[in-house]
């Protein structure tokens, strides 16, 4: 599994926001897509709220395969 590390300089990011600041996918859309079928978890449970604020210590994983971790 690929492991990234955002570091998060703000309170908190949305979560749409975050998959395409760390390149994951390239639109908004594409993001919706992704997180409409079930493919983003955050914290070990499956996530369906695209602007689902996120702050240091989540951990967010993309289609099984990329793992992305909030640090400061």
């Given at each position: 599994m690929q492991e990234i590390e955002f570091h998060l300089k703000t309170q908190y990011i949305d979560l749409l926001q975050l998959?395409?600041?760390?390149?994951?996918?390239?639109?908004?859309?594409?993001?919706?897509?992704?997180?409409?079928?079930?493919?983003v978890s955050v914290n070990g449970e499956v996530e369906h709220r695209r602007r689902r604020k996120l702050c240091i210590g989540d951990v967010v994983i993309f289609d099984e395969q990329i793992r992305i971790s909030l640090i400061k």
């Open positions: 998959l395409k600041a760390t390149s994951v996918v390239m639109s908004g859309g594409e993001a919706k897509i992704f997180i409409d079928n079930g493919f």
